[in-house]
C-alpha cells in the first residue's frame, strides 16, 4: 500500500503563490507517475500535471507557465509551485501515484483564492 499526505493549502489572494507537497510513503514500484490533480465545487476532478520516474512532466493547457511539479527523491515528495494564481485555480488540489495495479489518492488539500 501507499499513502499520500498533502499539505501547503490556503487562503491567498489573486496573483500569490502556493507550494503543494505530497509525501509518499510505503512500497513504491521504481517506474510509477506521480501527479497533482484538482476538483473545483461542482466540477469533474482535472489533472493539472504529471511527473514520470523517468523524470518527464506533462501539464494541462490552463496551468503552463504558472505551475512547476517536481520531486525529491530522496523525500519522497512531489511539490506543485503555484504562481500568478486566480480564482478560478480554487479547488481540493490531490495529489496522486499510479503504478502496476497501484492507483492511490492523498486527502487532498484545499487552495482558495480570493481577494
Known amino acids: 500500500q501507499v499513502q499520500l499526505v498533502e499539505s501547503g493549502g490556503g487562503l491567498v489572494q489573486p496573483g500569490g503563490s502556493l507550494r503543494l507537497s505530497c509525501e509518499a510513503s510505503?512500497?513504491?514500484?521504481?517506474?510509477?507517475?506521480m501527479g497533482w490533480y484538482r476538483q473545483a465545487p461542482g466540477k469533474q476532478r482535472e489533472l493539472v500535471a504529471t511527473?514520470?520516474?523517468?523524470?518527464?512532466?506533462t501539464y494541462a493547457d490552463s496551468v503552463k507557465g504558472r505551475f512547476t511539479i517536481s520531486r525529491d527523491n530522496a523525500k519522497n515528495t512531489v511539490y506543485l509551485q503555484i504562481n500568478s494564481l486566480k480564482p478560478e485555480d480554487t479547488a481540493v488540489y490531490y495529489c496522486?501515484?499510479?503504478?502496476?495495479?497501484?492507483?492511490?489518492w492523498g486527502q487532498g488539500t484545499q487552495v482558495t483564492v480570493s481577494s
Open positions: 496522486n501515484i499510479r503504478f502496476l495495479t497501484t492507483n492511490s
Open positions: 510505503g512500497s513504491i514500484f521504481s517506474f510509477y507517475v
Open positions: 511527473i514520470a520516474s523517468s523524470g518527464m512532466i
